[in-house]
């Protein structure tokens, strides 16, 4: 049966911005009732206040940093309290990156990563499970990623992040099947959201290079009819399908390619810190005129 977003209930995490406030917004208008969990709830006020609510489901703001454990908790008591206990869709969204090589990071990096894309949904999941199980046609999305199927360069903490949420969500569906609960895991691509404002622990001269954006509306639009066809996975836009399909059918040749691309991107950072240097000193020798270096 087809997922229906009228008179259902939902939580969607970060829905502060980006994909999460896009698919919120899509939910509410088509009649669903979301709690929309994000650090930044002003945020949430904010649009929710000015949205066109003569079609509107409602959209309940919940403040907070999902790897709180006493947030999570106060969403499944918030379920509890205002639907009967009762829940049709779980969105896990909310998500942070890094960009930069593992062994410039610290440990710090990768535990913040693990902790917000991973663990934390992982166990609001655990802790919504008896809700799921009481909903209509029920279903878990995972916004994953394109690189939770093939892994790049430079991006080793998120892409490890993203690949333990797709394999977490191959076992749980098969888990859930029996239960009627679908778990729909979303990859995108690049995706031009706030998503790259807030990255930690990286070098802010540091570039992503990928092939193509798309809007946050556009994949919010695609994970919504994910949902809606109860989908088990899609993997969004052309340079996606092309990454991770060519990484099956080539995997050798894709990491030379991409030793390549790693190798290119250190030479050209190089190259960058040592012209910002000179601009920034420009009275240093050069090492051609350094007695030093003779
Ligand atoms: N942008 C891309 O290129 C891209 C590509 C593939 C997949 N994705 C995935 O798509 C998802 C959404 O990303 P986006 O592009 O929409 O980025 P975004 O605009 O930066 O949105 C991220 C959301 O996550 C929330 N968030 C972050 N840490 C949180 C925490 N500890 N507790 C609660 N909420 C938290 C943020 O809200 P607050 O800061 O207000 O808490 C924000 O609403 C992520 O899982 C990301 O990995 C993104």
């Known amino acids: ?38 650090r930044r709830a002003e945020r949430i006020c904010q649009w929710s206040a000015s949205h066109d609510h003569t079609k509107f489901g409602g959209v309940t703001p919940l403040a ?29 969204n909310a998500g942070i990156g890094g960009i930069g090589k593992f062994a ?38 995972n916004i994953s990623s394109v690189l939770g199927h093939r892994a790049v360069p430079d991006k080793s903490e998120y892409c490890a992040s993203k690949f333990a949420m797709h394999g977490w969500s191959d076992s749980l569906r098969a ?13 995108p691509s690049t995706t031009k959201s706030e998503f790259f404002d807030s990255l930690i622990q990286t070098d802010p001269n540091q570039s992503s290079s990928s092939l193509g954006h798309w809007s946050p509306q556009r994949v919010a639009d695609r994970a919504y009819r994910a949902i809606r066809k109860r989908r088990s996975e899609v993997i969004l836009s ?8 060519a990484d099956r059918l080539a995997p050798s040749l ?18 960058s810190d040592k012209q910002r240097s000179d601009k920034q000193h420009p009275d240093k020798p050069t090492d051609a005129s350094n007695p030093d270096n003779h």
């Open 238 to 245: 052309w340079g996606g399908k092309t990454l991770v399909y």
């Open 175 to 187: 888990e859930l099947a029996s239960a009627g609960i679908q778990v729909t895991l979303v990859s």
């Open 1 to 38: 049966m087809p997922w229906k977003a009228k008179d259902s209930v939902a939580v969607v995490t970060g829905a502060s911005s980006g994909i999460g406030k896009c698919l919120t917004q899509l939910l509410a208008d088509n009649g669903c009732h979301v709690i929309a969990v994000a």
């Open 104 to 141: 410039d990071a610290t440990p710090d990096r990768l535990r913040q990563i693990m902790e917000v894309n991973f663990f934390a949904p992982v166990e609001l999941t655990r802790n919504l499970l008896p809700a799921l199980h009481r909903g209509s046609s029920p279903v878990i999305c």
């Open 254 to 271: 894709m990491n030379a390619i991409l030793a390549q691309r790693s190798d290119k991107q250190r030479s050209d950072k190089q190259r």
């Open 64 to 92: 907070g940093d999902i790897t709180d454990k006493d947030v999570r908790l106060a969403v499944r008591s918030m379920i509890e309290t205002h639907h009967a206990g009762k829940l049709d869709l779980l969105v896990n």
